[in-house]
T-cell receptor, first 113, second 112 residues
Framework: GQNIDQPTEMTATEGAIVQINCTYQ??????LFWYQQHAGEAPTFLSY????GLEEKGRFSSFLSRSKGYSYLLLKELQMKDSASYLC??????????????FGAGTRLAVHP | EAQVTQNPRYLITVTGKKLTVTCSQN?????MSWYRQDPGLGLRQIYY???????DKGDVPEGYKVSRKEKRNFPLILESPSPNQTSLYFC???????????FGPGTRLLVL
């Protein structure tokens, strides 16, 4: 089957670094996404990894290890506006094709002063 | 402005009364999807479409229908809504060959 696990909640201090982990089990892995979702709003795309390694994009970086079924999202120099839910999602080819995304339940991050 | 729009944004209805939630994108994207989001369960895909007249079931299609008669529109139809369809619904679109999925603002549905 398919399973995506990520912590439910995390807290961090403004200016610090936080790492949000995601582990997954799928039979036809074809890419991993991270989305940010502020309360009451739509998710917005943050990053996409399909090969092993680290992808850096400004203050946000995303890492993937396909052999371990593991990814993390790293947020540096945290700002209050980074308080949001962070959704890990996996694209699984065996589930019906290109556009089939399976989401984790999300990690709610609270940044405090 | 490039965007995905959904209507209505909020809807309260009663069990069994057919309803349609519209979704429209102005980016000429090929792929469109519908999701529902429930506390503790995250986003679950209901249906998706890879192009006009091409649709397929997601993880939770029961009780829903979709159509894709035009590239820009992808309505979600609830023929006979039930209380367990109370949820937050998102439409999304993606250009073929790219990875970025653009989400609409969401429709909050309450079925009494």
């Amino acid at each position: 089957g398919q399973n995506i696990d990520q912590p439910t909640e995390m807290t961090a201090t403004e200016g610090a670094i936080v790492q949000i982990n995601c582990t997954y089990q799928t039979s036809g892995f074809n890419g991993l996404f991270w989305y940010q979702q502020h309360a009451g709003e739509a998710p917005t795309f943050l990053s996409y990894n399909v090969l092993d390694g680290l992808e850096e994009k400004g203050r946000f970086s995303s890492f993937l290890s396909r052999s371990k079924g593991y990814s993390y999202l790293l947020l540096k120099e945290l700002q209050m506006k980074d308080s949001a839910s962070y959704l890990c999602a996996v694209r699984d080819f065996t589930s019906g094709g290109y556009n089939k995304l399976i989401f984790g339940a999300g990690t709610r991050l609270a940044v405090h002063p | 402005e490039a965007q995905v729009t959904q209507n209505p944004r909020y809807l309260i209805t009663v069990t069994g009364k057919k309803l349609t939630v519209t979704c429209s994108q102005n980016m000429n994207h090929e792929y469109m999807s519908w999701y529902r989001q429930d506390p503790g369960l995250g986003l679950r895909q209901i249906y998706y479409s890879m192009n006009v007249e091409v649709t397929d079931k997601g993880d939770v299609p029961e009780g829903y229908k979709v159509s894709r008669k035009e590239k820009r529109n992808f309505p979600l139809i609830l023929e006979s809504p039930s209380p367990n369809q109370t949820s937050l619904y998102f439409c999304a679109s993606t250009r073929e060959g790219t990875e970025t999925q653009y989400f609409g603002p969401g429709t909050r549905l309450l079925v009494l």
